[in-house]
């Protein structure tokens, strides 16, 4: 059979596929196959609407479910073995994987973003690709994950047996908050742009620092009620009997997962806090949605309940870090160990175009002028400037 009549998909079928098996890769666990990455960018004209093109990638390598390695760029046997680099590139810089690879069938050539090896891209035959083990191996070294520390990051994502992902934003976004936090990290900054998933992200983070064991008591805080109702109802539902929303200015220590609002705990002074019923340590955990509002600023109520319990690793969420002479959100969280921008959003098709419409009032357009005698709310008549 001549190799140059084959397509992509056969030369996936009869020579790569088989390579990563043969290295010890589970094609059920750790190998999944044209994985769509973007929806594609919507596209308004008039008032037709389309999409631009979806970006996927042939393989992508996993040690775990959700817990990237590798990108393999597949190519036909009329190209060259590095042809796909290029492309690969790309989907690995999205994806935050530091191994790239691309093939024809005949080779691979192996590109190491982790500058550790001695040559940055190097060709391998089919039979060197790298075994899962080698590859988690560098990937621990890369990332300076000590042993005490792996049991943490590789915990399992929660899941429904229905098998749905998370996005690749949402996943780097969850990957990057654990990693942080086993680490040893106590204030984290994650930015999301409105509309991406912040609260599912969250819940992703708090399930598996939760089932890892390192985070065993965890607030939940937000400053608007149907945030928490929301949240208790639909992302966090999988906790269960361990979760409760503090009500009626009752405390009951007896729950794991805690869902409040900053209003319902705080008071006008600090006989009136309800968060003082709790020992300052009780949380390991804290969650600030929308953390540029209220918390942001040193002087504000709604800090005090975060300085109360700072002994407690604090994640901030928000889509807008606000910075202002008496406002920062990363003096207090730090730096964001990962941003997904609303551009990004849009570029990708997963948030709607917007359209600025510009709208001028009579005033500013023709102006205004005061009748004779017409008196300001002071009981002064107004002067006639014009």
Not at 67 to 75: G, M, N, S, W
Not at 159 to 165: A, E, L, N, P, Y
Request: glycine letters at 8%.
């Amino acid at each position: 059979m001549d190799k140059r009549a084959l397509t992509e998909r056969d030369i996936c079928t009869k020579y790569i596929t088989p390579a990563l098996v043969a290295r010890g890769w589970d094609v059920h666990l750790q190998v999944r196959e044209n994985v769509y990455l973007t929806d594609g960018r919507v596209i308004v004209r008039g008032k037709l609407v389309t999409r631009g093109q979806r970006k996927f990638a042939d393989y992508v390598l996993f040690h775990k479910p959700n817990l990237p390695l590798a990108v393999i760029e597949a190519k036909d046997a009329n190209h060259s073995v590095g042809d796909g680099m290029q492309q690969a590139l790309g989907y690995a810089e999205m994806m935050d994987v530091p191994f790239v690879f691309s093939s024809n069938g005949d080779a691979f050539l192996f590109h190491d973003r982790t500058g550790q090896s001695a040559q940055v891209e190097q060709q391998l035959t089919l039979a060197q690709f790298p075994s899962p083990a080698e590859l988690w191996r560098r990937y621990c070294v890369w990332k300076g994950i000590a042993p005490a520390s792996e049991p943490v990051i590789a915990q399992d994502y929660y899941s429904d047996g229905g098998g749905k992902v998370p996005r690749y934003y949402q996943m780097n976004a969850i990957n990057r908050v654990v990693e942080a936090v086993a680490k040893g990290q106590d204030r984290v900054l994650l930015v999301m742009a409105t509309g991406t998933g912040k609260t599912l992200t969250a819940f992703q983070i708090i399930w598996r620092l939760w089932k890892a064991g390192v985070k065993k008591r965890i607030l939940f805080l937000a400053d608007r009620n149907i945030l928490v109702d929301q949240t208790r109802t639909n992302d966090f539902k999988p906790f269960g009997g361990k979760m409760t929303k503090i009500t009626n200015r009752k405390v009951d220590k007896a729950f794991e997962i805690y869902l409040a609002l900053y209003q319902a705990i705080s008071g006008v002074d600090e006989e009136s806090d309800l968060f003082r019923q709790f020992s300052p340590d009780f949380f390991d955990l804290i969650i600030v949605d929308e953390c540029h509002r209220g918390s942001a600023s040193e002087d504000s109520a709604w800090r005090s309940v975060l300085d109360y319990f700072s002994s407690a690793t604090q994640v901030g969420l928000t889509a807008t870090p606000k910075e202002t002479a008496d406002i920062s959100t990363t003096n207090y969280f730090g730096e964001p160990v990962y941003t997904y921008s609303l551009k990004q959003g849009i570029e990708d098709g997963f948030l709607a175009p917007y359209k600025v419409v510009r709208i001028d009032l009579d005033k500013d357009l023709t102006g205004w002028r005061p009748e004779t005698g017409k008196l300001d709310k002071l009981g002064q008549e107004i002067e006639e400037r014009i």
